[in-house]
């Protein structure tokens, strides 16, 4: 069993950036491919970015971030990484980190097995 928890939300103004980060209890940590989902007020979880095990180039990301954001991994640290540019008020949501021991690249919410809680993301106009 895998622990997450999210840290590096915050309020932004548009155009600004965040990282957010994913912290991982563990040994097993480098096994897990982690993918990052968010949840706004009133709609359904989506599909962020995600990020393999072992070939951290290995990468996708949902059409409306691609080219702001970007995932990464530090195994050492036993944390994932989601850099957050070019911010926009639709990037405002409940971001949440997930884990599972799959290989490849995971896009679907109900393929991972482990959840953190979450960390607010809000940008203003």
């Known amino acids: 069993q895998v622990q997450l928890v999210e840290s590096g939300g915050g309020l932004v103004q548009a155009g600004g950036s965040l990282r957010l980060s994913c912290a991982a209890s563990?040994?097993?940590?480098?096994?897990?491919?982690v993918g990052w989902f968010r949840q706004a007020a009133g709609k359904e979880r989506e599909f962020v970015a995600t990020?393999?095990?072992?070939?951290?180039?290995?990468?996708s990301y949902a059409d409306s971030v691609k080219a702001r954001f970007t995932i990464s991994r530090d195994n050492a640290k036993n944390t994932v990484y989601l850099q957050m540019n070019g911010l926009k008020p639709e990037d405002t949501a409940v971001y949440v980190c997930?884990?599972?021991?799959?290989?490849?690249?995971?896009?679907?919410?109900?393929?991972?097995?482990?959840w953190g809680q979450g960390t607010q993301v809000t940008v203003s106009s």
């Open positions: 997930a884990a599972t021991t799959r290989a490849g690249v995971i896009l679907n919410a109900y393929e991972y097995t482990y």
């Open positions: 563990g040994r097993t940590f480098s096994s897990y491919a």
């Open positions: 990020i393999s095990a072992i070939y951290w180039s290995r990468t």
